[in-house]
């Protein structure tokens, strides 16, 4: 199946589940405590239904699927590679990720909201934007030690990671 036809597939299941709820009479409710269980009933069985296609199609499907769109060959490491590559070539044209080339200089400045534990943001210019971190060292290191890399979402910010204004707990327990 091409990405197309799996999205496809995706918005036949949207169109169907929609053309459903609104023959079942949308959101007519009594009252707005019987309005939330039939938003609750009809999420809940929405995410089932979509559950139910995603696990057919992306873990019941796949061998199949596998079977005509790779060739791995497991050999070695090296053969590993190379017998990846055309579908790697293939994934990147999906993405379609700009090529992003140094434009200057790495600079490096402390992180004043971190500076108890000596963070340091770091910057590199990539033409048209800048791609910023937070790098910290431990202060007790006396060799390598291991990079932890951790990816914040959207609407929150790398401090977070470290606990700063993290209310919720989102990182810390």
């Known amino acids: 199946m091409t990405v197309s036809q799996g999205a496809s597939r995706i918005a036949f299941l949207i169109c169907v589940t929609l053309l459903g709820w609104l023959g079942q009479g949308g959101l007519r409710?009594?009252?707005?405590?019987?309005?939330?269980?039939?938003?609750?009933?009809?999420t809940e069985a929405y995410r089932?239904?979509?559950?139910g296609y995603f696990r057919k199609v992306l873990i019941d499907e796949y061998p199949e699927r596998a079977a005509t769109a790779w060739d791995r060959d497991y050999s070695?490491?090296?053969?590993?590679?190379?017998?990846?590559?055309p579908n790697r070539r293939r994934w990147r044209s999906v993405l379609n990720p700009p090529e992003l080339v140094p434009s200057g200089a790495m600079t490096?400045?402390?992180?004043?909201?971190?500076?108890?534990?000596?963070?340091?943001?770091?910057t590199?210019?990539?033409g048209w934007l800048d791609s910023e971190a937070i790098l910290v060292i431990p202060s007790n290191a006396t060799g390598p030690v291991p990079l932890i890399i951790a990816q914040h979402g959207i609407g929150s910010?790398?401090?977070?990671?470290f606990?700063?204004?993290?209310d919720d707990y989102l990182y810390h327990n």
């Open 76 to 85: 070695s490491l090296d053969a590993f590679i190379e017998s990846v590559k």
């Open 163 to 166: 606990g700063l204004l993290d």
């Open 108 to 122: 490096r400045r402390p992180c004043t909201s971190l500076e108890e534990i000596s963070a340091e943001w770091v």
């Open 124 to 126: 590199l210019p990539l």
């Open 29 to 42: 409710a009594e009252s707005p405590d019987s309005l939330q269980e039939v938003v609750n009933d009809r």
């Open 157 to 161: 910010f790398p401090e977070k990671v």
């Open 48 to 51: 089932d239904q979509l559950e």
